[in-house]
């Protein structure tokens, strides 16, 4: 049952490779400023985070320059952010298409979750260009930064799948999945370093999977950070679980989808 599933996935695979470069055309078509919003919304937030907690309420940064530690989190969250309300409201706003021809459903949220790394590579452009102004190195380490791109995507399809098959019955989950990335924002050390989280609940802040993986991101792009690689190890764990866990209630909802989109 699962070969025949993923033969089916791959004899679709034109249209998942369809509806990528059309998420992609539709996200800066008529917009007056284009692809330039992938760059400023992460810039105009660390420049935000910089003077509010940076400059006025003294915010540690662990030896670096606050705009530099802000945005090396800021840009692996901002697409996690980004990719998974897009995700999340995937379906719906692909109502039409569902309606209409049969496909595997799962090509719908995963090409929203892959389009969004086209955000996430124009704004780390910003940052190596911040890292020359700052005067910091460029190392050989910086070469895992792809590989930590792949549980941020898996994570965002993980938890979109979830939340896209709960928007199709409960509409007004598109209203709640913004409040609930909002919180969890501040449950993830992006405004603030992880020394800063007494010992006690550290082991609790673990579970949350993007601070993993977050602050591997900055241990990769800052000088004089060691990976966590606990830290890291138990984030994957979550992550993986999460992505499976996703894809069971995925396929089990989606019979329904075409019947009550």
């Not at 890292?131 to 995507?153: D, K, V």
């Not at 579970?207 to 994957?236: A, H, K, Y």
Request: aromatic share 16%; proline share 6%.
């Amino acid at each position: 049952m699962k070969n025949q599933w993923s033969r089916e996935v791959w004899r679709y695979r034109e249209l998942f490779y369809f509806l990528v470069w059309r998420n992609i055309k539709v996200r800066y078509k008529q917009a007056l400023l284009g692809a330039s919003w992938a760059i400023i919304q992460p810039f105009f937030m660390m420049v935000v985070f910089t003077l509010f907690f940076g400059k006025l309420a003294k915010m540690p940064s662990d030896g670096v320059p606050y705009p530099i530690f802000s945005y090396a989190a800021l840009l692996p969250w901002t697409y996690f952010s980004q990719s998974l309300n897009q995700t999340g409201n995937s379906l719906v706003a692909s109502q039409n298409l569902i309606t209409k021809v049969y496909f595997p459903r799962i090509i719908i949220p995963a090409s929203f979750a892959l389009s969004g790394l086209v955000d996430f590579a124009l704004a780390s452009v910003i940052l190596f260009g911040m890292m020359l102004f700052y005067q910091i190195p460029l190392h050989w380490g910086m070469l895992l930064l792809p590989l930590l791109i792949l549980p941020l995507l898996m994570l965002v399809l993980g938890v979109g799948m979830v939340f896209s098959s709960l928007n199709v019955k409960y509409r007004d989950m598109k209203h709640a999945l913004p409040f609930i990335i909002q919180i969890w924002l501040f449950i993830t050390p992006v405004i603030y370093p992880t020394s800063m989280i007494p010992e006690q609940f550290r082991k609790f802040i673990a579970l949350n999977p993007t601070v993993g993986l977050i602050e591997t991101f900055r241990s990769v792009l800052l000088p004089g950070r060691e990976v966590d690689w606990q830290l890291f190890g138990i984030s994957i764990a979550i992550t993986i679980l999460v992505l499976v866990l996703g894809f069971i209630f995925f396929r089990k909802t989606e019979k329904e989808f075409a019947d009550i989109i």
